[in-house]
């Protein structure tokens, strides 16, 4: 009776997990895009007045980002029991690294609120020049704390991935790309920090990874996990 438990259990948060992953990312890139459809290609006075005119757009961009990275948290744990039975140590290094990538991104969205609270000074003229307004932004802008979350993200999500590909739980082949597709994003952030002029390459580099994201978040949540009787019976035995 345990062992089924234990299974339902497992089960239950492997799509609770996928549900996540399609928050998580829905949120993410909601409030990616509100924040970026606010004065594009202006220059830092004028987006300033823009944001400034468009603050409650611009503030929900911030906060849908918010609830994005706080529920990573969820996705965290979720992912942790579902991959659990397979290495216990690994799924516990992919659930700290995805906790430490939430509170990274939370940091870096504090940052942002900060930087909000700069171009509203700016805009009004309050002291000092726009110049000196932005020059504070940039260094604000400047903390790394993107690149860093990401890469915090890129390494859970390898061990999640790799711990799917061993299981079985989902397609071999979807595993195969979210693991391929976390790899090709790691690398692509330590590049960044390492060369600033290849941040052109985001775009093509996200799409393995969002693939495997989209698709891995709607098969667990549909079709959830087919645990093999071998895995069962292996808790079993272990169990007893």
Same mark, same amino acid.
């Given at each position: 009776m345990t062992d089924r438990t234990d299974l339902d259990t497992q089960r239950a948060y492997a799509r609770f997990a996928g549900l996540m992953l399609l928050i998580v990312l829905g949120c993410s890139i909601a409030g990616?895009? @509100?924040?970026?459809?606010? =004065?594009?290609?202006?220059?830092?006075a004028d987006r300033s007045a823009q944001i400034v005119a468009s603050e409650p757009l611009f503030r929900l961009g911030l906060v849908l980002a918010l609830i994005g990275s706080l529920s990573?948290?969820? *996705?965290? @744990?979720?992912l942790y029991v579902t991959v659990r039975p397979v290495d216990r140590n690994l799924a516990l290094v992919g659930l700290l690294l995805r906790a430490c990538e939430s509170a990274i991104g939370g940091m870096g969205l504090a940052l942002s609120f900060g930087v909000l609270q700069l171009r509203a000074m700016a805009a009004a003229g309050d002291g000092l020049a726009v110049g000196e307004w932005q020059a504070f932004a940039d260094v604000l802008n400047g903390v790394a704390t993107a690149e860093v979350a990401?890469?915090?993200?890129? +390494? =859970?999500?390898?061990?999640?991935?790799? *711990?799917? +590909?061993?299981?079985?739980?989902?397609?071999?082949? *979807?595993?195969?790309? =979210?693991?391929? =597709?976390s790899i090709c994003y790691a690398a692509l952030w330590i590049g960044i920090l390492l060369v600033p002029d290849a941040s052109w390459l985001v775009p093509y580099a996200s799409v393995p990874i969002l693939i495997a994201e989209v698709a891995g978040g709607l098969w667990l949540l549909v079709r959830g996990i087919e645990v093999p009787k071998s895995a069962v019976a292996d808790n079993a035995t272990v169990g007893s």
């Open positions: 990616l895009i @509100v924040t970026s459809s606010v =004065g594009p290609g202006l220059d830092f990573t948290v969820l *996705l965290a @744990v979720a990401a890469i915090f993200f890129s +390494l =859970g999500s390898i061990a999640f991935f790799y *711990l799917f +590909l061993r299981s079985r739980y989902i397609p071999r082949a *979807l595993a195969a790309v =979210g693991l391929f =597709g």
